[in-house]
């Protein structure tokens, strides 16, 4: 059934969550048990459409057989064994990685901000002794350990933790005087998503990225980007650069990299990549048999299924869905899309769509307190998109702000 009025979870469950775990997610009230596709199921047997299929991992929806095959037959033949060995998966998964972008070098950890301390590192490694600041981006998001979160501009997550790691200046998105403004002779790259996504699907402005490169080429700056969210076909190219011809130094993936399971990767221009030298940095789990073979299965399944198509054709449907809304309803301002990289911001609080929507049977999120956010998987079916958007805007339309 699908979920309308739903019931508690095991008590059981709340209990040992209660009593074990640490507190710090808001977690919503339900214990989910099984997914397949865009669905997801409770322990009470209630049925969800997920539009934000793992937090953006998802992105051939839950549980996609090539990678499910992928790793049962992986964890039979060899789970771990450590970096200091070859393993041929991990050496493959590098060349389909380099092959469909700038055809650099790739490192493998286990998560985004894994890859983003890597390519912080690496960029410090990279420039002489006495260059060593990155600028960021107002706005933008990079990761929670102390670098990627010195790296994200947000004032939000900076409470409480200080003294934060030095050498970062932050820049408003979009506005290229400021950048250049703050380039000295210690400035080392450059860091930026090319779409945020934590920061509200905020895509850049005409010419801002190829902008940035330039600026990065006048004053041999490296330019990074945090592809974390927004690579892997997630805007129907396989990287987001893609869709604005300009190519960065270092590059960052996560999230849908291996089809749900635990996997990251940076990638580096060939010239940059030898400065992440033996002995400076590792992850032990990065590249395992496991991810790498989930990473593999993943490329080839958007390839043989012809998925970044799919994926635009998903998006074009979203977009005459969504767009008529910023005229219908008053408190919606803009709709922002690329790929499935989707936003809808409100001029008031959205916060409590998202349970609105969860008592219909659809799983959203809001980010930055008033965009509604969107994920979705690349294998939605026609009639999903039909019934999650005939919920989410029968719910906006309800709205009472």
């Not at 090539?66 to 393993?87: D, F, G, S, Y």
């Not at 010195?150 to 950048?179: E, M, N, R």
């Not at 805007?235 to 650069?241: E, I, L, R, S, V």
């Not at 008592?359 to 939605?380: D, H, K, S, Y």
Request: with cysteine.
């Amino acid at each position: 059934m699908t979920a309308t009025a739903k019931q508690a979870m095991s008590p059981t469950t709340a209990a040992m969550f209660q009593d074990y775990v640490i507190p710090n997610y808001g977690r919503f009230p339900l214990s989910l048990v099984r997914g397949e596709g865009s669905w997801v199921w409770d322990d009470q047997g209630n049925r969800y459409l997920d539009f934000f299929p793992g937090w953006g991992c998802n992105l051939l929806g839950h549980c996609p057989e090539a990678i499910v095959k992928a790793v049962q037959e992986q964890v039979a033949e060899l789970i771990h064994v450590p970096n200091t060995w070859h393993t041929e998966a991990q050496g493959k998964w590098a060349k389909l990685l380099s092959e469909r972008s700038f055809g650099g070098q790739a490192f493998f950890c286990n998560s985004g901000a894994e890859a983003n301390e890597g390519a912080i590192k690496l960029a410090r490694l990279h420039a002489s002794e006495e260059r060593y600041k990155i600028i960021t981006f107002e706005g933008g998001f990079h990761g929670r350990t102390y670098a990627a979160t010195t790296a994200t501009a947000q004032p939000k997550f900076h409470q409480d933790i200080g003294p934060l790691l030095p050498g970062f200046c932050y820049a408003p998105f979009g506005d290229l005087d400021a950048v250049r403004n703050k380039i000295d002779n210690e400035t080392a790259a450059i860091m930026i998503e090319p779409i945020q996504g934590e920061g509200g699907i905020r895509l850049p402005p005409e010419g801002f990225l190829q902008g940035l490169r330039q600026l990065a080429d006048e004053h041999s700056l490296m330019l990074i980007f945090d592809e974390v969210q927004t690579g892997c076909g997630r805007t129907g190219k396989w990287f987001a650069y893609q869709n604005y011809g300009v190519e960065p130094d270092i590059m960052t993936l996560a999230k849908s990299l291996c089809g749900g399971i635990a996997g990251a990767a940076l990638l580096a221009r060939r010239e940059i990549a030898p400065s992440l030298r033996p002995g400076m940095h590792a992850a032990t789990f990065g590249g395992n048999p496991i991810a790498a073979r989930a990473g593999i299965a993943t490329i080839e399944t958007i390839e043989r299924d012809g998925l970044l198509d799919r994926a635009i054709a998903l998006s074009q449907a979203f977009q005459a869905k969504l767009d008529p809304l910023v005229e219908e309803l008053p408190f919606v301002d803009e709709v922002r899309i690329s790929g499935l990289m989707i936003g809808i911001e409100l001029n008031v609080d959205a916060t409590p769509l998202v349970g609105q929507c969860l008592e219909r049977g659809l799983l959203i999120n809001c980010t930055q307190g008033n965009v509604v956010r969107l994920l979705p998987a690349m294998t939605l079916t026609d009639g999903q998109v039909e019934e999650g958007c005939e919920i989410l805007i029968d719910v906006l339309r309800q709205f009472s702000p």
